[in-house]
């Protein structure tokens, strides 16, 4: 049988015969000379290991090429211990630091064997508790394996009794470059994270000092960022497994840009419709009006960060860009600090924003109904309304405009938002626009409404004509869409869209509605134009044939002119008409592939939905679908809940509600 010894000697024996066995390869890139090693060597690829002798350049255009110089070297050449390593882990693996036993109360004891350029260092580490004591025979055959004989042998024991943590010299260094470990410096182009990569010594080698380490980093340059810790616990650890990052630059980092943090709602997306157990939407606590008191902060300006340059390992400067600053303005009815850094509120009333900046608005406030009594309402701040308003009243509002009860067949128009507790009965007539902001109404039935953003409706849409900017959502209990025409910029989003009985609907998503409106109107004054030439030039030939046989009377003639005039101007409008249609219809080829029409519950025949310039007719009925566009064909796809804009929680269901 053969002994321990016997092992170790045969492995000995076998070093000598993989010694030569390595080639020099030239070739254009590293992978090349790899691939033509294989072949000469007939060993696998997977299986050898290299050193770039001389790194190769492509040159400029082929000028300067130089080939790449690599020692490629099989892989046994480099672990001429591996077929130590099984019986090294049966000998010694307990004493790995990796691998010992660690808990909570118990740490079994450990050594290591480390030569250094003061002789090879012996620490043996006492355990904890009821962890295992390390063993004199283990220190013995592991000295054995890594080829230590001259050692005193009582020295040895009284260190592994002692365990006192400390390494103790127990033998010479000699020097021996085939079995000492050796490492590389690797300097990326930019510089900031540079790696030592290293080969284990063999046997009983010397491992690397920290001193060679930051030597060699400062001979290539390195003096920044040097780990000095991280390289003395990699030194310690004994794992070369994994390259050392040695030092690591500092990346510039660019300072955050100033912005306005809002101490007040200006968001009213987010507003929830509460139902009661009837179904029926409480707007009586929606707070949607944001109101102010003297003196009550509104807003703070956080300044821009400065950046911060970063550094390379090499000390090379790499810049930074520092915020950039914004200005807080300032509306009516607001003060601003003297640093320009707060804004407060400088008398009680509402918070509008418009144009970027906050005013505070006063609230001018009809008890009762728009009526006989009140007349129009004309005002530059907002308005709340207590009761209703009547058939035929105006009320135009710079700010919001609350209503507590119904708009019949009126007219409502506001810079803010406008909403209407107890909802549009406008018999067909009845107009409510937003221009720069959403309308918020319990139904709307026969009314036109157009708002810049959205249009939240809980109870349904009935034969009416909406535009919003952004969304269209009627998501209430009894909530539903039916006839007229529905136009949104991205989503229609209802529980029920058309009705049982077809009722023509039609739903357009995908484009703005002014931009729809002035393709509209542009239309309308091209066939205007068209038929006004048309007319003109059967006038023009008349009186041209007129003039061809005799002299035209000076009335006719001065007719003539006019005509002639006129119709070069028309032509030359058709013309701009003319381009302008095309530009806009570029303009909406150009948009995204943006909107969606959604049914939470049902889809009913009779409903037309427009994505865009795509048309889909719905024959059959749908139940929980989502429409959108994807290239020319419009898509179908579970339903999806309606979310709030601007980063806002999602809006759910708008309020609670059963299916």
């Not at 000998?91 to 630091?97: C, D, K, N, V």
């Not at 306005?260 to 029926?280: M, P």
Request: charged share 30%; aromatic share 6%.
């Amino acid at each position: 049988m053969s002994t321990l010894k016997d092992l170790f000697m045969e492995i000995a024996d076998e070093d000598t015969n993989q010694d030569n066995r390595g080639v020099e390869v030239y070739a254009d890139s590293l992978k090349q000379a790899l691939e033509l090693a294989a072949s000469e060597l007939n060993i696998d690829i997977t299986s050898l290991d290299y050193e770039i002798l001389e790194k190769g350049n492509r040159g400029f255009l082929g000028i300067g090429r130089l080939p790449y110089r690599v020692l490629v070297i099989p892989a046994e050449k480099e672990t001429e211990d591996t077929d130590l390593t099984d019986i090294e882990k049966k000998l010694a693996a307990e004493h790995i630091p990796q691998l010992t036993r660690i808990d909570s109360d118990n740490i079994d004891g450990a050594f290591r064997i480390r030569t250094t350029r003061t002789g090879i260092m012996l620490t043996v580490t006492p355990g904890k508790g009821n962890g295992k004591k390390p063993d004199l025979m283990e220190v013995n055959n592991k000295l054995f394996s890594m080829r230590i004989t001259s050692v005193d042998a009582s020295k040895i024991e009284s260190i592994v009794k002692k365990q006192s943590g400390e390494p103790v010299k127990i033998a010479e260094w000699v020097p021996n470059p085939v079995y000492d470990s050796t490492f590389r410096v690797e300097i990326p182009e930019d510089e900031m994270n540079v790696y030592a990569h290293f080969t284990p010594p063999k046997y009983a080698g010397r491992h690397i000092d920290f001193d060679e380490i930051t030597e060699a980093l400062k001979s290539d340059g390195v003096v920044y960022g040097i780990d000095e810790d991280g390289i003395r616990n990699y030194l310690d650890g004994m794992n070369y497994n994994m390259p050392l990052l040695a030092a690591k630059g500092l990346k510039s980092r660019n300072g955050k840009d100033a912005y306005i943090d809002y101490k007040v709602r200006l968001d009213k997306s987010s507003v929830k419709f509460e139902e009661d157990e009837s179904g029926k939407v409480d707007f009586k606590n929606l707070e949607l009006l944001e109101n102010v008191v003297v003196g009550q902060l509104l807003c703070v300006k956080i300044p821009a960060e400065e950046g911060i340059p970063g550094r390379t390992v090499k000390n090379r400067i790499l810049s930074a860009k520092s915020g950039k600053d914004v200005h807080l303005y300032h509306g009516k009815g607001t003060i601003l600090s003297e640093d320009g850094s707060e804004l407060t509120a400088e008398i009680n009333g509402q918070v509008v924003f418009k144009g970027g900046r906050i005013s505070i608005e006063e609230i001018f406030v009809v008890n009762g109904d728009v009526s006989l009594e009140t007349g129009n309402i004309l005002f530059l701040g907002s308005v709340v309304i207590t009761g209703s308003v009547q058939d035929n009243f105006v009320v135009k509002s710079a700010g919001n405009v609350e209503i507590k009860g119904t708009v019949q067949k009126a007219y409502i128009e506001a810079e803010g938002d406008i909403i209407i507790h107890q909802g549009i009965s406008g018999r067909e007539d009845a107009k409510v626009e937003s221009t720069g902001g959403s309308v918020f109404a319990k139904f709307v039935q026969g009314a036109n409404v157009i708002a810049e953003k959205d249009v939240i409706v809980p109870e349904g849409i009935l034969h009416s004509k909406i535009d919003a900017g952004n969304r269209v959502y009627s998501m209430g209990k009894r909530a539903k869409i039916t006839g007229g025409i529905i136009r949104a910029g991205n989503e229609v989003n209802a529980r029920y869209l058309g009705a049982e009985v077809s009722t023509n609907t039609e739903i357009r998503v995908g484009i703005n509605p002014k931009v729809l409106q002035q393709l509209a109107e542009i239309d309308k004054a091209k066939l205007k134009n068209d038929e006004e030439l048309k007319g003109m030039e059967l006038n023009l030939k008349t009186l041209t044939n007129q003039k061809k046989i005799s002299k035209l009377s000076e009335e006719k003639e001065k007719l003539l002119e006019d005509l002639t005039a006129r119709s070069e101007k028309i032509t030359s409008r058709l013309v701009d008409i003319n381009q302008e249609q095309e530009e806009l219809k570029s303009y909406i080829e150009m948009l995204e592939h943006k909107g969606k029409v959604c049914a939470e519950k049902s889809v009913y025949p009779g409903v037309v939905i427009y994505i865009k310039d795509q048309r889909f007719v719905v024959k059959d009925e749908y139940n929980f679908i989502t429409f959108t566009l994807e290239g020319n064909q419009i898509r179908l796809s579970e339903y999806e809940k309606p979310d709030v804009i601007d980063g806002a929680p999602r809006l759910g269901l708008l309020g609670r509600r059963r299916r």
